[in-house]
């Protein structure tokens, strides 16, 4: 069974860059994976930011990017904002028509 | 302006079955993939399944194979999931989404989420 993998938790200061990744419990991520990254705030639904590793969503500010980096996919957030402090989960094809979301990584910013 | 309201969800006993229901307005549905993504009470994202924008294609994930059946009715812009054999692990939030754009699976637009309680 394939297994996405996140960071648990991180943390970063306002106005700082954090960079989250994305990886697969057996093989490496690239972008025939199409990865996408989701943002979600406790109660509510998911806000997707990225998709196809970095084309960003529309209405999504450029301080969200999305890349490769290595063998996993990566959601970088440059100048950390308060509000930015969410749960974020990335999503990976992993081939015949199913996809599978990772386990999540909660941001905080302090 | 897009919007997906589910319905159907609801407590419901083991082994029982449900019908979740989403209807979409404000875009063409018959264009687009749609998707189901539930999420349990503390718990992450999991997707679930997706259907292609005819009907004709459909993917399932392991954990749902053989009970869940995702289908769609373009003439009445609804998206169903089909629940049966139901656990208590199937309890969770469960998500429509839409193809972020026309051809891609990747949910771009969501629901607000339909809560199914699977318990004695």
């Known amino acids: 069974q394939t297994v996405v993998t996140q960071e648990p938790s991180f943390s970063v200061s306002p106005g700082g860059t954090v960079t989250l990744t994305c990886g697969l419990s057996?093989?490496?991520?690239?972008?025939?994976?199409?990865p996408s990254w989701f943002q979600q705030t406790p109660g509510q639904a998911p806000r997707t930011l990225i998709y196809n590793t970095n084309t960003r969503s529309s209405g999504v500010p450029d301080r969200f990017s999305g890349s490769i980096l290595g063998n996993k996919a990566a959601l970088t957030i440059t100048g950390a904002q308060a509000t930015d402090e969410s749960d974020y989960y990335c999503?990976?094809?992993?081939?015949?028509?199913?996809?599978?979301f990772g386990g999540g990584t909660k941001l905080t910013v302090l | 302006e897009v919007q997906l309201v589910e319905s159907g969800g609801g407590l419901v006993q083991p082994g029982g079955s449900l019908r979740l229901s989403c209807v979409a307005s404000?875009?063409?549905?018959?264009?687009?993939?749609m998707q189901w993504v539930r999420q349990a009470p503390g718990k992450g994202l999991v997707w679930v399944s997706r259907i292609s924008p005819d009907g004709s294609g459909t993917t399932h994930a392991d954990s749902v194979k053989g009970r869940f059946t995702i289908s769609r009715d373009n003439a009445k812009n609804t998206l169903f999931l089909q629940m049966s054999s139901l656990g208590v692990e199937d309890t969770a939030v469960y998500y429509c989404g839409r193809g972020i754009v026309v051809g891609s699976a990747v949910p771009g637009y969501w629901g607000q989420g339909i809560l199914v309680t699977v318990s004695p």
């Open positions: 999503m990976l094809h992993v081939g015949s028509g199913i996809w599978v």
């Open positions: 057996s093989g490496s991520v690239s972008t025939t994976c199409y």
């Open positions: 404000g875009f063409s549905f018959s264009s687009y993939w």
